[in-house]
């Protein structure tokens, strides 16, 4: 709903057309290359590297998952042409038949078992998804069942973002096993792709640029008028709209909010944007006993919820708001946008912010009356100014006596460092920045089940939560509100749950950052709330 | 010699001669000292202390100069955080001036008696010690800086960078500095090694060190000189290159180098005076000490007298 197409002009169109013709060399007369650019590169061509929106948006364009997301992020079959429930605690899926990977081996429901089996074992980062999965067998080639432990009615929606590999591909080339991003491991798949999907991967420069060709037996009748499509990370925010400007590249995606306006003045620029379902937050270490970054030795600062409360009502959401995001975000009290299932409006209120004087007497009731010392992650390259946000952040906490040690890295260093490894063993971070979007499921189950649960590395819940946060009664609750049917029954215990952790100081959410992207004029394409970028619907005039 | 002859020996020397004799040198070395001044002081004479995170304040983000529209309490503006660019510039000046003349110093330090030991000992020290010079010139200084820089940071701890980062700076730029300072010594001390006073020093005995450092060395010290002056002009620009590609000093201690970078990103966005008022001071400040290293050395070349 919060999609949008846009169209335009026929005459700039034209124009720019030839324009792009003359620019473009070889590939015969009617080439349409597509050029586009985003601040950090995609983590790798693995699609279980990490459960991450950009990855796993790009490689939704070489890879497919069984049931996928239509441009009103309603579900339709993909590689799974039927799916449903034979009882409670079994799915099935039909496949689709004669559907060929990029090498032209046929696809059948092997591959289908092989992926299901990588993406839940070994180094992969999407295990989260595989909560409920008790078993997945192959009853005929064009048929998958999966037993549940217990009912899980979001199990199709939850696997829209589990991509479907090769088997023979992956076992020939070594790489059946899921290569571990926070040992920064690497396999054959982390370079090389081989999917079903509409593009095939022609070149990979970690890096540098990714070139993507359209499959020519692709199952599915293309949206798209492209022949080439060329990926480049451009990390500066103002060569990214200065080489937008120049056309250069023919679409920005994450367009920084000082720059907006600037580009909404350019007659061969359009400027989409709207909200997503992300939310951006602050968490921290309140697992370790302690802290791996600080110069508090013994005990572990954050356990206090009196420092929590210091930290996150010293935080002005406000203040980001207007000087860093200039306007373009939704500040917010809860993990989950409003848009998801399960957003709890009562509940979406900011306490108020405190003099810097109170906040230090919370910090020395806690037993920190000089305050103290932590280190802070922050990536540098994924959330719209995140790294700025963080040094907003570190200028905020010194008032109250906090010494703030900031690293702010690029996307892949950052992940490795502070995510939980998957053994659920903590990461390495004390304090940190995230950003989350149940995109998968649009359901605040998701965000209980993936960030907010007890670590656990059998259940595989928590497999992002951070924090390390436990909390016995929302760990209670999250579970049943994952069965249950009743939608009244289950919206009072999503309100219980989310006030629970709200009461706790668990988290500290900053805003719903808004999506926006820059394109050429003569470029006609689609902007999903979730962020994705789904090249077949990209026209180029 | 007394204090007054020695003025007076000054005072009627050729060097003293040539910088009242040319108005720009005169402007150069004002300019100079005044931003030398400007960056020692900066603790009196900003606002705002830019260092510390907990005197800034985010609505104070993005304030235009003050004939711009802004307001006297940000004479130049504000940058991204709150910071007042004027403070800012006077801390990211005098970061840059300590960090450009500590690479001097320790660059100077390598170099002379890398040069001073090839060029009297010789033979095989010789030969080592100038080929590994040889093979340092073919490349960019800035690449060299940027190749110990990479290296340093992922051998320390990633926490330790920011307290770190004007120490592997001040390193990194000066082994890239060396090279010349070595080469000229050597130089110079092959041409001063023959002559009558080394010998002369030699016959009574001295020591090779001594002849080295108290005969040999203030000899060649008028060339070494000239170079210091123009590489503290190539150590700041390196500095801020370093910074400009975000290897060198932290967005938290903004050196010149730093705050071009930091504004750079906003430049297309309308607020350009974050990036232009850092890039004036360091046109400034590189303009005025090479113009100075030129009139050193052309005062010091008896050819050109």
Same mark, same amino acid.
């Given at each position: 709903m919060n999609s949008m197409t846009i169209r335009f002009g026929r005459m700039t169109m034209a124009a720019a057309a030839m324009a792009l013709g003359l620019g473009t060399a070889v590939p015969g007369a009617f080439a349409k290359t597509f050029r586009w650019a985003n601040a950090g590169d995609v983590s790798s061509m693995d699609p279980y590297y990490r459960n991450e929106t950009f990855l796993l948006a790009f490689l939704e364009n070489v890879y497919e998952p069984l049931v996928r997301r239509d441009k009103t992020l309603a579900l339709e079959a993909a590689l799974a042409v039927k799916w449903g429930q034979t009882s409670p605690t079994t799915w099935f899926f039909d496949l689709r038949p004669g559907v060929k990977f990029h090498d032209g081996s046929p696809f059948t429901a092997d591959d289908v078992v092989f992926s299901l089996n990588r993406a839940s074992t070994g180094g992969s980062n999407m295990k989260a998804y595989f909560a409920s999965v008790k078993e997945v067998r192959k009853v005929s080639d064009l048929r998958v069942e999966v037993d549940t432990k217990y009912v899980d009615p979001l199990l199709a929606s939850k696997w829209a973002a589990i991509l479907i590999m090769s088997k023979a591909w992956a076992e020939k080339n070594n790489a059946a096993v899921a290569s571990d991003a926070t040992k920064n491991e690497e396999n054959f798949a982390t370079r090389n792709a081989m999917g079903t999907?509409?593009?095939?991967?022609?070149e990979r420069k970690a890096g540098e640029k990714t070139i993507l060709v359209p499959? $020519?037996?692709?199952?599915d009748k293309p949206g798209h008028n492209l022949t080439e499509v060329v990926f480049t990370p451009i990390a500066n925010p103002a060569t990214r709209v200065a080489a937008l400007k120049a056309g250069d590249i023919d679409m920005m995606y994450e367009v920084p909010p000082q720059d907006t306006d600037n580009l909404k003045r350019d007659a061969n620029v359009a400027v989409i944007e709207g909200p997503e379902t992300r939310i951006v937050y602050l968490g921290w270490d309140m697992e370790r006993d302690e802290l791996l970054e600080s110069n508090i030795k013994g005990k572990n600062p954050f356990k206090d919820k009196r420092v929590r409360e210091a930290f996150y009502r010293s935080i002005d959401v406000e203040a980001i708001k207007r000087s860093v995001m200039r306007g373009q975000a939704f500040p917010t009290a809860l993990m989950v946008a409003p848009g998801i299932n399960g957003y709890v409006k009562e509940l979406d209120k900011r306490p108020t912010l405190l003099k810097s004087e109170d906040a230090k007497k919370l910090l020395a009731d806690a037993g920190y009356p000089a305050g103290f010392e932590v280190g802070m992650d922050c990536p540098n &390259?994924?959330?719209?100014n995140d790294e700025k946000i963080c040094q907003a952040v570190v200028g905020m906490l010194a008032r109250i006596g906090i010494k703030v040690n900031l690293l702010a890295q690029t996307r892949s260093k950052y992940f490795t460092k502070i995510l939980r490894k998957p053994d659920s063993k903590p990461g390495e971070t004390s304090f940190y920045m995230l950003g989350w979007s149940p995109a998968a499921t649009y359901d605040v189950h998701n965000v209980f089940e993936a960030l907010i649960q007890t670590p656990n590395a059998t259940t595989k819940k928590g497999q992002f939560n951070v924090n390390g946060y436990s909390n016995a009664g929302l760990d209670a609750l999250a579970d049943k509100i994952e069965g249950e049917a009743d939608t009244a029954k289950r919206n009072a215990m999503i309100f219980e749950a989310t006030k629970l952790y709200v009461d706790d100081y668990a988290y500290i959410p900053l805003h719903q950052q808004a999506v926006i992207w820059a394109s050429r004029k003569n470029v006609d394409l689609h902007q999903p709330a979730d962020n994705r970028f789904p090249l077949r619907f990209v026209t180029v005039k | 010699m007394s204090l007054r002859d020695r003025i007076g020996r000054a005072a009627d020397s050729d060097i003293w001669f040539s910088f009242k004799a040319s108005p720009v040198t005169m402007v150069a070395a004002g300019l100079t000292a005044f931003i030398f001044l400007a960056a020692l002081l900066a603790p009196l004479l900003a606002?705002?202390? $830019?260092? &510390?995170?907990?005197?800034?304040?985010?609505? &104070?983000?993005m304030k235009p100069p003050v004939f711009f529209g802004g307001d006297w309490s940000f004479p130049l503006g504000s940058d991204d955080q709150g910071r007042d660019l004027y403070s800012t510039i006077l801390y990211g000046t005098r970061m840059s001036l300590f960090v450009g003349l500590c690479c001097v110093v320790v660059a100077m330090v390598i170099g002379i008696t890398l040069g001073l030991v090839s060029g009297y000992v010789g033979g095989a020290v010789e030969a080592v010690i100038m080929r590994i010079a040889d093979v340092q010139l073919t490349f960019p200084a800035i690449l060299i800086a940027l190749l110990i820089d990479g290296v340093v940071r992922g051998i320390i701890s990633v926490k330790r960078h920011d307290e770190i980062a004007g120490f592997v700076i001040i390193v990194s730029i000066s082994l890239s500095l060396w090279v010349q300072y070595a080469r000229t010594v050597r130089g110079s001390v092959l041409v001063e090694r023959n002559k009558e006073y080394v010998q002369a020093a030699r016959v009574i005995g001295l020591s090779r060190w001594l002849i080295m450092i108290r005969h040999v060395l203030p000899n060649v010290m008028g060339p070494v000189m000239v170079i210091a002056t123009i590489n503290l002009g190539v150590a700041i620009i390196t500095e801020a290159t370093l910074s400009f590609l975000g290897v060198g000093l932290p967005a938290t201690q903004p050196s010149l180098g730093t705050l071009i970078r930091i504004g750079n990103e906003y430049l297309n966005s309308g607020e350009w005076w974050i990036t232009i008022f850092p890039g004036i001071t360091l046109a400034a400040l590189v303009l005025a000490v090479n113009m100075l290293g030129d009139w050193l050395r052309d005062a010091l070349n008896p050819k050109l007298r």
């Open positions: 999907g509409g593009f095939i991967v022609k499959n $020519p037996a692709w199952w &390259d994924r959330y719209v | 606002v705002q202390n $830019p260092y &510390d995170p907990a005197s800034l304040n985010l609505s &104070d983000a």
